[in-house]
């Protein structure tokens, strides 16, 4: 623990950034909340809620190729200040829905929003390389994970107090001022040198520059391979989104209230996430040999823990298998972002984030759309599409498995 807090300590930077990014954290799950909960008061379709996890992760896929070009050509910093100011507007634009003819508003309001997010996520992750030393590098990526986790927990459980107790306007204008609160911090990073900025490109169209991108991933598979780590977990844990929801209203709600089991699965999720990449770092070292392994053993325990879900017996039981899932889920999130961030030229750094950020929504998106189809068409069982899911997990592991043995015997060779 000592060393994160001396990351915060030495580095002003990269405090700023993580304030920024705990500002904007808290703020997606007030979102989230009351996106949902304006959701169901004005409708009553369980398609509705889908339709929303669909607008959040699409943008992404769609508008990656350009936003990965924008973090390789414009100043970090500034695309990142634009994109929290724009999406506190866009924010604030949700008060204006009131009835069920709207909701087609509040879809749109999101894809604009998420749209904004895709061009911060890539800027985000290729300066953090650039203000953090290659040797913070993992401690710094461990700490945003656990960041992001504490949100989770806490930022859902303030959401949802906020939204049942004072309503959905306030919970959007709270949303907005955490964006507003996240730009200013990120306007007082002062950096050296090209810190927000990438190395010049040559004058091309955006999208002729991300095929650029593309053909860099080409030359180097394992690099490739490494950018698509999160996209073959997602087709794992990214049905939980609808998975967890049956789990909670259908098989084990407390009292008859599927929200509270809801509450605590989420919980635990953020527990999982925040402790599997502090302990596996400190068992694993930060040598990048080992951090390869660790993303092997975090698609381990992350099929382990969906098959736990699947079969479980009691609440309890599907707590475990949470937690066991969300442990490695944190860890191969943590090791192959660092592990990028280590590897990838700074001119295409932009670039090869955004390809990663949509894979991994684009196959998120696939793996919720087929655990709905597959309950609602092929009438299958919840527990039945959760194993079903165990099973590309142990298929991604062992591709994973194949992918570090292949680098490894080439590092022996030379």
Same mark, same amino acid.
């Given at each position: ?94 008060l204006l829905i009131r009835s ?14 998420? =749209? +904004? /997010? !895709?061009?911060?996520? *890539?800027?985000?992750?290729?300066? %953090?390389?650039? $203000?953090?030393?290659?040797?913070? #590098? ?56 090209? =810190? +927000? /900025? !990438?190395?010049?490109? *040559?004058?091309?169209?955006?999208? %002729?520059?991300? $095929?650029?991108?593309?053909?860099? #991933? ?23 989104n609808v998975i967890e929801v ?34 596996m770092r400190r068992w694993l ?130």
């Amino acid at each position: 623990m000592q060393d994160y807090i001396n990351l915060l300590r030495k580095n002003a930077a990269y405090r700023l950034l993580w304030l920024g990014a705990v500002a904007s954290y808290m703020g997606d799950w007030f979102n989230l909340i009351a996106s949902a909960d304006l959701i169901n008061s004005l409708t009553d379709s369980g398609a509705a809620i889908s339709y929303l996890f669909l607008a959040r992760f699409l943008p992404s896929f769609v508008l990656s190729p350009f936003a990965g070009v924008f973090a390789d050509r414009f100043n970090r910093k500034k695309l990142m200040i634009g994109a929290d100011l724009a999406r506190a507007g866009i924010v604030l634009c949700f008060l204006l829905i009131r009835s069920a003819d709207q909701i087609w508003l509040l879809y749109f309001l999101t894809v604009a929003q998420f =749209s +904004f /997010s !895709a061009i911060f996520i *890539p800027a985000k992750s290729a300066v %953090l390389a650039n $203000i953090v030393d290659d040797e913070d #590098l993992v401690t710094a990526n461990a700490l945003d994970s656990t960041t992001w986790s504490m949100m989770l927990a806490v930022g859902s459980l303030l959401g949802g107090i906020v939204t049942a107790g004072f309503g959905t306007t306030t919970a959007f204008i709270m949303d907005a001022l955490t964006f507003v609160a996240a730009a200013i911090l990120v306007l007082r990073i002062q950096a050296p040198g090209r =810190s +927000f /900025s !990438a190395e010049s490109l *040559p004058t091309q169209g955006g999208f %002729l520059e991300f $095929i650029d991108g593309l053909r860099y #991933l080409k030359g180097l598979p394992f690099i490739l391979a490494l950018a698509l780590v999160k996209a073959g977990g997602s087709l794992v844990w990214g049905a939980t989104n609808v998975i967890e929801v049956e789990f909670a209203n259908e098989i084990f709600p407390i009292n008859g209230d599927g929200a509270t089991t809801l509450g605590i699965i989420y919980a635990i999720t953020g527990i999982g996430t925040g402790l599997g990449p502090i302990f596996m770092r400190r068992w694993l070292t930060d040598a990048q040999p080992r951090l390869r392994l660790g993303i092997l053993i975090g698609y381990v325990c992350a099929t382990l823990g969906i098959a736990l879900v699947g079969v479980a017996p009691t609440f309890a039981v599907l707590g475990i298998g949470t937690f066991l899932r969300t442990w490695g889920t944190g860890t191969m999130w943590v090791f192959s972002s660092a592990l990028l961030q280590l590897s990838v030229a700074d001119k295409v750094r932009g670039r090869v984030f955004a390809f990663e950020f949509a894979m991994l929504t684009l196959t998120q998106s696939i793996s919720i759309l087929y655990a709905g189809q597959a309950i609602d068409r092929l009438g299958w069982s919840i527990r039945t599409v959760t194993l079903s899911t165990a099973a590309v997990g142990v298929l991604i592991s062992l591709l994973w498995a194949v992918v570090i043995t292949r680098q490894h015997q080439q590092s022996v060779q030379r």
